[in-house]
């Protein structure tokens, strides 16, 4: 009897790939997902220090994950792993589905890797990426792609890029560069509809840059007061308790404010947005960014200029 995985489901996978230690990529092929979720709790205060993710959460993650059968029955059979970008693909054994998890961002240089997507058309790790997908078995035929925050960026870019994909779970993905827009318009057309957007409705994050919007399901915050506005992204906000999807609700005014924002103003100014970051990522980090966009216009056609950079930061 076919099988699949369903929203809440997708979303635990998402919560899980954070979980891994870098270290364990190296290890987890052939494994199940019952086994990820025991690194995850086994090594929970080794787990990177995300700004979502609250002290308890790994414990919620595992245990949620663990209760599930027909996820923990799921294993392992391809595992993509660099500097930039980790992914793992699942397959039930039961099942003739193959899953793509792409994990969101977890360090520096992929909050740098972020900032050229809302920027230029596309940056390398993601075409990386792409490829990667598009060279997988043909045997695994087609496949969905699901990630949270920059794994739902992911997710969603390859649905849009790549004929290998049947649909993708974008939780709390950002949306895109005007560039984007304009380089990829007639894929855009062709294949939005196999995006599934799920954000929770209090979410800063998928209301940044451009929406790419195929199906779009926004739903109630779990907790309404917290003294830390990331914790609104952890992707355990879209569930209860007990693991299930929170009932529909509006986007809050904040994201709504975000949302009405940027579309005319930041998304459409790089410099303004270059600014924007470079007052989050602090002072120390200018030469990074010049380094990082010094890089991407060796290889990529975009619409920032080295011109510009210099602007902002001469």
Not at 1 to 12: D, G, S, V, W
Not at 144 to 160: K, P, W
Not at 276 to 293: C, N, V
Request: aromatic residues 10%; charged residues 25%.
């Amino acid at each position: 009897m076919t099988r699949e995985l369903i929203f809440e489901e997708y979303i635990l996978l998402d919560a899980l790939i954070y979980g891994l230690r870098e270290s364990d990529f190296e290890q987890v092929l052939d494994k199940s997902v019952a086994d990820l979720a025991e690194y995850t709790l086994a090594y929970k205060d080794e787990n990177p220090n995300l700004m979502s993710f609250q002290a308890d959460s790994w414990a919620e993650v595992a245990t949620l994950v663990s209760n599930n059968e027909f996820l923990c029955e799921h294993r392992v059979v391809s595992v993509y792993h660099t500097d930039l970008l980790a992914a793992l693909v699942l397959k039930h054994p039961a099942q003739d589905d193959y899953t793509v998890i792409a994990r969101g961002t977890i360090n520096l240089a992929e909050w740098l890797d972020n900032l050229g997507a809302a920027i230029i058309d596309v940056t390398d790790p993601t075409l990386e990426f792409m490829e990667y997908v598009d060279e997988l078995p043909q045997e695994y035929g087609l496949l969905t792609v699901s990630g949270h925050s920059r794994g739902g960026y992911l997710s969603a870019f390859i649905a849009i890029a790549s004929e290998r994909v049947k649909r993708a779970i974008s939780v709390d993905g950002p949306g895109f560069s005007t560039a984007f827009f304009v380089h990829h318009s007639e894929k855009i057309y062709k294949n939005n509809h196999k995006i599934i957007n799920i954000a929770s409705s209090h979410d800063p994050i998928h209301g940044m840059s451009i929406p790419l919007f195929g199906e779009q399901y926004i739903v109630k915050q779990r907790r309404d007061n917290h003294k830390h506005a990331m914790f609104n992204h952890s992707p355990l906000e879209l569930l209860d308790e007990n693991g299930h999807l929170n009932p529909e609700a509006p986007e809050s005014e904040f994201v709504q404010a975000i949302r009405d924002f940027q579309p005319g103003y930041m998304a459409h100014n790089t410099s303004v947005m270059i600014k924007w970051m470079k007052d989050i990522l602090g002072t120390s980090d200018e030469d990074k960014l010049r380094e990082y966009f010094s890089k991407q216009d060796i290889h990529l056609k975009h619409d920032l200029t080295l011109e510009e950079v210099e602007e902002v930061f001469g």
